[in-house]
């Protein structure tokens, strides 16, 4: 059973994580409302299409009316201004806390029927449902029956105490927010209900004016209203805050609206994230800041001087952690872009205050989707939503990309000045805090919301509606996101779910206990209370810290930014394509080699003072950086850099080792090893995880198929034997998977695997006759016989035809297999003819896709430089003719080069791809070319551009220590060009992993 419910789980980690729940008591409500429940009987035509606006609509407005004649206080009625339309505004809460549980069973429990209309069967379903007092669902579906009623029963006594509170509370609401007793118009219920069914609420009196009752403690919000006055008068600070009643356990806010229209004032967000990051907030997302004309305005402070997570058993995290780092950054409080997405799920969704609940795509949140709603075969389900066909990305207009750079210039410039005034004035901000919140009841967040949600989402299911041992056993699935807790904390969020709200806890801002919302029972204690650990972070504030928040704060801010392709007519950067004295360019290499060396020694050490700590002591160090998604339409937003090539750890790290060898400095080694050491041990140890492997693909970019490859060349860089088996082992871990068209991707696809391996793709450590062959002859069969060169909708090496052309150039060299020549030579063949411009005579620069705008560039992903590669590598191994490079020369002096500092889609990308087609072509008129127009871009790209470049905080790249789109990729350009020779090619996986290629 234990492999059904929790299949991510080993044995003992069902033991540890799960076991210790198994006397936890789920129990079914013995009676409640809907069991009082009377028959109605409806005529047919009451029912379907037509008749009804939404799947079972008349059966939840039954259900709804019924719960609300039982339920509701008459007396009540005088403080209502129109108590129909009050009956009115709540039954359609009802309806819809009835439909979200309810949907899925009733639909499960409708059949056709034979010799009935579909229709018909339908109606007939609804009005014996209403006939017999849903003791159909009851029966069938038990926990539905048994959550709905609980749901239903604490909605209505939340309501009810809601009106007695405020009507309770009328004259001192008067006095403190200005709001004058009037009786209730309505209520607005907003977000998740959480102990007992209690949610926020708008609450509109007579006359219209507004005020927002929060059942829960409002302490913090009352605090930071006393705490932006108090400041703003010592320091001139303009943080606006609602005001604010407090009550025993609950508590009144100002109604405040965002201002239609309103653009954000940068800089004044800027200052007001700076207050609350020293006050450790988190979860300021969208909704819980506004845009006012008098400046933004927090409205929702539950989780100000928020701890760190709770843990009680398992490995230690050390306080260097990157992770924890972030937890506790500018970023991770909510007020930047904040991009959720899932790896299986196009598109995304921004939750950050400036991300303004922005989505793109399905993102990652599911809904439901109801199929033939009037219908018996009607059908609910998650995620109904078509994926939108992928589009080109279009450059962001000039004017979007200058206000984006000025929303930098804004943010960083307010979040600056309010740092500077909380340093300035440490001690009096110390002590405001401590008075204002030091006895503060706050909210404690263990898991996301989503994650919660995810989780109940999972109750409302038909199958689990009707077994409480498979609802308490999906239930418990929570405890996975809460590895490590107090079991008595996972208890209790399994109890509050089961009650069908989203758990909620609470601390004293002075205290470390954890306590559910209303209940004084202890369920965890943390390391240490959230006023220590705020006052902590007072303590760390520094210049080191705001130059990473305020790193930080660009990266989230261009993290959706396309690629910044800017161009420069050829003519700009090569010389005239007569021949040249060939000493020309190595004698302007030459003379800038000195200037080179010190700004890569520059480079390095700025790399390796940012490296930092992974989650525990024992684990690889890492660095904080844009997280590269293949997905050219997802964001890259700020993380913790995992193993990748592309923009992961393993690119500065073995960019350092090579400068340790280049530059002679035992410092960036170290560094280096800081990473590569680790996984020597771990692998040695045999400690890894086969799961965490498996999760991280096979890609040679996105993949740890490219990991390997770094691990490789470090230990060949530093002759360390240690490092070169670690590598071969890693490698061999690396699953194959099974061939299909995405297998092909270089980037996320399979064969990454075999191409990091050089001349020995298919053979590798595995050993001749082992997987590796029958996969690659597989692979190229495939290929041709599914004509996939032909189907390919991109010419590039990333993720097309040029990439194809590299893996037969591979498969050929390493086989002799004849059919990887034919689909060498099929590549070629569609290049020239697939990827014409219209109208043009010549086949270069190519288009980069077959359809669309027209397109070229010179990057080494998707343009000319990559097809250089993989043409090169054809002509190294035999498999065409040198002189089909000359072509794609010509085109590169006819077309554009990139602005960029980067190998993916730069400069330094095409000067490496030249670099290859040289080696591979010597004594051609092919090689002199590139030689030519190499030593042109070693003249553009001189020390000087290079540094002026590495100096501006606006451009994207400077603020991701990453291979292949970040500073290790500057310094891996200036390490090559100070000494040529010693590092292989990250472009083509030079000197693979093999011992006869080293």
Request: with cysteine.
């Amino acid at each position: 059973m234990s492999a059904t419910f929790y299949p991510e789980l080993t044995s003992s980690e069902v033991d540890e994580i799960i076991e210790p729940l198994a006397d936890l008591r789920l129990d079914l409500r013995d009676e409640h409302v809907l069991d009082a429940l009377p028959p109605r009987r409806l005529p047919l035509d009451s029912f379907g299409e037509g008749a009804e606006t939404y799947t079972f609509a008349r059966i939840s407005e039954a259900v709804s009316a019924h719960v609300y004649t039982t339920l509701w206080d008459p007396d009540l009625d005088v403080h209502l201004a129109d108590p129909a339309a009050f009956r009115a505004q709540v039954e359609l809460v009802l309806v819809r806390d009835f439909f979200d549980l309810a949907v899925r069973p009733l639909a499960d429990l409708l059949v056709p029927r034979e010799g009935v209309d579909s229709a018909e069967a339908y109606r007939r379903f609804c009005a014996e449902q209403l006939a017999y007092r849903l003791r159909p669902l009851a029966l069938a579906h038990p926990v539905t029956w048994s959550r709905v009623g609980t749901r239903l029963e604490r909605r209505m006594a939340a309501v009810a105490e809601t009106v007695r509170r405020v009507v309770a509370d009328a004259d001192d609401v008067h006095r403190h927010l200005g709001v004058a007793p009037a009786r209730i118009a309505g209520l607005s219920l907003a977000g998740d209900t959480h102990a007992s069914g209690r949610s926020v609420s708008v609450v509109t009196l007579e006359g219209g004016v507004r005020v927002v009752y929060k059942p829960r403690p409002v302490d913090a919000e009352a605090a930071y209203a006393d705490l932006a006055r108090r400041w703003n008068a010592l320091v001139g600070t303009d943080l606006q805050a609602a005001s604010v009643l407090a009550r025993d356990g609950y508590g009144y806010v100002e109604f405040v609206e965002a201002t239609p229209g309103a653009e954000p004032d940068l800089d004044a967000i800027g200052e007001l994230a700076a207050v609350l990051y020293a006050l450790n907030a988190r979860d300021m997302h969208f909704e819980n800041i506004l845009a006012t004309a008098r400046g933004p305005v927090p409205v929702d402070l539950e989780t100000l001087l928020h701890p760190q997570r709770h843990k009680a058993r398992g490995l230690v995290e050390t306080d260097l952690s990157a992770y924890r780092k972030m937890d506790t950054s500018v970023f991770a409080m909510g007020v930047l872009p904040m991009v959720m997405a899932r790896a299986d799920r196009d598109g995304y969704v921004d939750v950050g205050f400036l991300g303004g609940g922005e989505a793109r795509g399905s993102g990652p949140f599911r809904r439901f989707a109801v199929e033939h709603p009037f219908r018996a075969e009607v059908r609910v389900h998650w995620d109904g939503r078509r994926a939108p066909e992928p589009q080109r990305r279009e450059e962001l207009p000039r004017d979007a990309q200058r206000r984006t750079i000025d929303a930098i210039t804004a943010m960083t410039d307010g979040f600056a000045r309010a740092y500077a005034q909380v340093l300035a004035h440490r001690e009096e901000f110390r002590a405001l805090v401590v008075e204002l919140f030091g006895t503060a009841r706050l909210r404690y967040v263990h898991n996301a919301t989503v994650q919660y949600e995810q989780c109940l989402r999972t109750l409302t299911g038909a199958a689990t509606g009707a077994d409480p041992r498979l609802a308490a056993s999906l239930l418990k699935r929570i405890a996975i996101a809460s590895r490590g807790a107090d079991h008595r904390l996972v208890a209790s969020e399994c109890t509050q779910m089961w009650d069908t709200d989203v758990p909620y806890l609470l601390v004293r801002a002075d205290q470390s206990h954890l306590t559910a919302a209303h209940d004084p029972t202890p369920v965890a204690d943390l390391v240490a209370s959230p006023l220590a650990q705020q006052q902590r972070k007072l303590d760390r504030l520094g210049e080191r810290d705001l130059a990473e928040q305020l790193q930080l704060i660009r990266i989230a801010l261009s993290a959706k930014l396309p690629d910044p392709h800017g161009m420069y007519d050829a003519a700009a950067v090569f010389a005239p394509a007569a021949p040249a004295a060939p000493a020309a360019p190595a004698a302007r290499r030459t003379t800038d080699r000195g200037a080179l060396r010190d700004l890569a020694a520059r480079l390095a050490h700025e790399i390796a003072d940012e490296q930092v700590e992974d989650r525990y002591p024992h684990l690889p160090h890492t660095w904080v950086g844009p997280v590269a998604s293949s997905d050219s339409e997802r964001p890259w937003p700020p993380g913790v850099l995992g193993y990748d090539l592309y923009t992961g750890r393993t690119g500065p790290a073995t960019t350092l080792a090579a400068a340790g060898v280049v530059l002679g400095e035992e410092r960036f080694v170290a560094a280096a090893r800081h990473v590569f050491d680790p996984v020597a041990r771990i692998l040695a140890a045999n400690s890894y995880e086969s799961r965490s492997l498996a999760a991280a693909g096979q890609g040679a970019y996105n993949g740890f198929a490219g990991a390997t490859w770094g691990i490789w060349q470090a230990g060949r860089l530093l002759d360390d034997p240690a490092l070169l088996d670690a590598a071969r082992t890693a490698h061999a871990l690396v699953p194959t998977g099974d061939v299909h068209d995405g297998w092909f991707d270089v980037v996320a696809g399979g064969v990454g695997r075999w191409l990091v391996l050089g001349d020995d793709a298919v053979t590798g450590p595995e050993g001749p006759g082992g997987r590796a062959p029958d996969q690659v002859a597989e692979a190229v069969l495939h290929a041709l016989g599914t004509d996939l060169p032909g189907r390919l909708a991109a010419s590039g090496l990333a993720h097309g035809v040029s990439g194809l052309l590299l893996l037969a150039a591979r498969a050929l060299a390493a086989t002799g297999h004849e059919p990887a020549r034919d689909l060498a030579v099929r590549c070629h063949d569609e290049l020239l003819s697939g990827f014409r411009t219209a109208g043009q005579d010549a086949a270069f620069p190519l288009r980069t896709n077959r359809a669309g705008v027209e397109n070229h560039t010179d990057s080494w992903c998707n343009g000319s430089a990559g097809t250089l590669v993989a043409l090169a590598e054809a002509v190294r191994v035999g498999a065409l003719p040198a002189g089909v490079l000359e072509a794609p020369l010509a085109g590169i002096r006819a077309s554009r080069v990139a602005t960029s500092l980067t190998l993916c889609h730069g400069a330094l990308g095409l000067r490496d791809a030249l670099g290859l087609v040289g080696a591979a072509a010597p004594g051609t008129p092919a090689a002199a070319e590139a030689d030519r127009l190499r030593g042109d871009l070693d003249s553009y790209l001189g020390a000087d551009l290079v540094e002026r470049r590495l100096a501006d905080p606006l451009i994207r790249y400077n603020q991701s220590p990453g291979l292949m789109t970040g500073r290790a990729g500057v310094l891996w350009h200036l390490l090559d060009r100070v000494e040529p020779g010693v590092l292989a090619s990250p472009l083509a996986f030079a000197r693979g992993i093999t011992g006869a290629t080293a």
